[in-house]
């Protein structure tokens, strides 16, 4: 193979690579479920129970320093 052969053989793998990539993605995204609740909304419980929880409280603190850095 020569290089004219072996750039155009490069040129379509990668064209054909985008577009397998391109279809594998429309296909996930129409085949994997999304979580919905009944009434047809998307389901932001998981959402509310991670905004509502509180941050912790007895947390390790750094050791302190005096001017000198020791």
């Known amino acids: 193979m020569g290089v004219r052969q072996t750039a155009d053989m490069l040129e379509k793998l990668t064209w054909g690579f985008g577009i397998g990539i391109l279809i ?3 296909a996930a995204a129409t085949i994997i479920p999304r979580q919905v ?3 047809g ?3 932001t419980q998981l959402r509310n129970k991670i905004e ?3 941050a ?3 947390l390790p603190t750094a050791p302190a320093t ?3 850095g020791k």
């Open 24 to 26: 594998l993605s429309l």
């Open 37 to 39: 609740s009944n009434d």
């Open 41 to 43: 909304q998307e389901d």
């Open 52 to 54: 509502n929880t509180a």
């Open 56 to 58: 912790p409280v007895n």
């Open 66 to 68: 005096d001017n000198n």
